[in-house]
């Protein structure tokens, strides 16, 4: 298996923009997480997904950030409109059986909104 | 929920000294706790992870030590290599239905 595969690598975006961040989680896993890394905040978790369903969205910022997964191999997070705050590494993750158990992570999507 | 808190945020050594990173945990019902490193620019990766029912645990010059009444936990890096230059996650989960709750990371330098 080629790992968690995120998409793009990175995007450069004027503000205002619409976003979308991909990811393929690993074939089997069941447990989907999306992160955002900053200096100041450290990582944080946005929203995570358990057999395609959203169990917890508490850590999505604002209504501008949208999440789904609408099959097991699939996921997307989109900012819409996005702004010069939503510069991150976005980070997905993903994980089998119980959430708690190594979680494998994707790449990251480097995002700078101008 | 689940809280973690890491120390220290920054962390020099010299080459093959030895290094410590600490975390302590707000949740009793915790009961797994990896570290992850991540490199430059790089994911963060799983090196080692301990579960409640043990104290310790050691993989070649990498160890963790839980105290779950004091609710901390350690990495301890020993004859540390400029390779183990990077920054260090802690984080905590339960069998619960909720993800691991990372700590902000502590930034190892190993000076040659």
């Known amino acids: 298996d080629a790992g968690v595969i995120q998409s793009p690598r990175h995007e450069v975006t004027e503000m205002g923009q619409e976003v979308t961040l991909r990811c393929k989680p690993i074939s089997g896993h069941n447990s989907l997480f999306w992160y955002r890394q900053t200096m100041m905040r450290g990582l944080e978790l946005l929203i995570y997904f358990n057999n395609n369903v959203p169990i917890d969205d508490s850590g999505m910022p604002e209504d501008r950030f949208s999440a789904k997964m609408p099959n097991a191999s699939f996921s997307t997070l989109k900012i819409q409109p996005s702004e010069p705050r939503d510069s991150a590494v976005y980070f997905c993750?993903?994980?089998?059986?119980?959430?708690?158990?190594?979680?494998?992570f994707g790449q990251g999507t480097r995002l700078t909104v101008v | 929920g689940e809280n973690v808190e890491q120390h220290p945020s920054t962390l020099s050594v010299q080459e093959g000294d030895s290094a410590v990173i600490k975390c302590t945990y707000s949740?009793?019902?915790?009961?797994?706790f990896p570290w992850y490193k991540q490199e430059l620019g790089k994911r963060p990766q799983l090196i080692i992870d301990i579960r409640s029912n043990v104290g310790e645990k050691k993989d070649q010059r990498i160890a963790v030590t839980l105290n779950k009444t004091a609710k901390h936990f350690s990495l301890h890096i020993t004859e540390t290599q400029p390779e183990d230059s990077a920054v260090y996650f802690c984080a905590a989960g339960n069998r619960g239905n909720t993800p691991l709750v990372f700590g902000k990371g502590t930034r190892l330098s190993v000076i040659a």
């Open positions: 949740d009793s019902a915790s009961n797994y």
């Open positions: 993750a993903s994980s089998m059986g119980n959430p708690n158990t190594e979680a494998f």
